[in-house]
């Protein structure tokens, strides 16, 4: 029983990381809808990841300008998470356009304040 | 004209005039140049004269004077003090994080998980998900949102 949970932990991971690479752009609202908006911990820290990794403008928009998402999450594991995890991105020029766009917009106050300590901490990566 | 309304219009003496309109509109008898301010130079700044976003801020400020003014300087204070303990707080844990990784990397028990690892690639149970995954990257969205519905579905019934 055990094993099959692990299993299908697994493969829920695996399905998350074949949504991120898929060529399909339709594939970012299927996490965002899904996987940003789980109950489980665990599924929105690797949906976070995912969406990290693709690295486009539309996936790191859900991290760092979502309330409640990605570096907003309102569980410091899964913020923590996902802010390692942009500031372990090699190429992090989408980030920062992305960070800028928050921090000058109309953005709830919350995820401003946010968006500029990542900013910083980004700059210093 | 009489020569005394004449002087006295010449001659204008603050002290009359100040007699003269001695009233409740002045409580603080401040005159300017010999004339009598009225209470209506007291009056606060109206909010909706003022254009810019931080109106309501000034407004305050400049009508209860200095002790509104310390309290927002005390509570940008806060803001920046707040801003300080979280990126001290988001230092401190990536900082931890990066220690703990480096321990983990170099520490002896790293190598053995991972030869562990190989162990296990070598089961079936292992062969499976990986042959899962090839399938999972062939799939369409449509078909990989149905697999997570029902993914997501069974982690929170298990």
């Keep these: ?125 | 004209m009489e020569v005394k309304s004449i002087s006295q219009k010449i001659f204008k003496s603050p002290l009359k005039n100040q007699e003269d309109s001695c009233n409740h509109t002045n409580p603080f008898g401040v005159n300017f140049k010999g004339n009598i301010i009225s209470a209506d130079v007291f009056e606060t700044a109206n909010e909706s004269k003022l254009s810019f976003k931080g109106a309501k801020l000034v407004a305050k400020a400049t009508e209860k004077g200095r002790l509104v003014k310390s309290t927002i300087v005390g509570s940008l204070g806060d803001v920046s003090a707040a801003i300080s303990k979280r990126l001290d707080s988001v230092g401190k844990t990536i900082n931890e994080f990066g220690t703990r990784m480096r321990d983990q990397i170099t520490s002896s028990t790293v190598y053995r998980k991972v030869a562990g690892a190989w162990d296990y690639l070598n089961t079936t149970n292992a062969k499976a998900v990986f042959s899962l995954s090839k399938k999972l990257e062939a799939m369409e969205v449509p078909q990989l949102r149905i697999e997570l519905e029902r993914g997501l579905e069974a982690w929170g019934n298990g």
């Design chain 1, 1 to 125: 029983m055990g094993e099959r949970i692990m299993n299908n932990e697994k493969r829920v991971s695996n399905i998350i990381e074949a949504l991120a690479k898929h060529e399909d752009n339709t594939a970012v609202e299927v996490l965002e809808e899904l996987g940003t908006n789980s109950s489980i911990d665990e599924v929105r820290r690797l949906t976070a990841k995912a969406l990290i990794k693709r690295n486009t403008p539309d996936s790191l928009a859900v991290v760092i300008s979502r309330a409640g998402k990605g570096i907003n999450d309102l569980s410091t594991n899964v913020a923590m998470s996902t802010i390692n995890e942009l500031l372990a991105l090699k190429d992090k020029s989408q980030a920062m356009e992305v960070l800028d766009r928050v921090d000058e917009a109309d953005w709830d106050e919350n995820v401003k304040e946010t968006a500029r300590s990542v900013k910083a901490l980004m700059a210093f990566s």
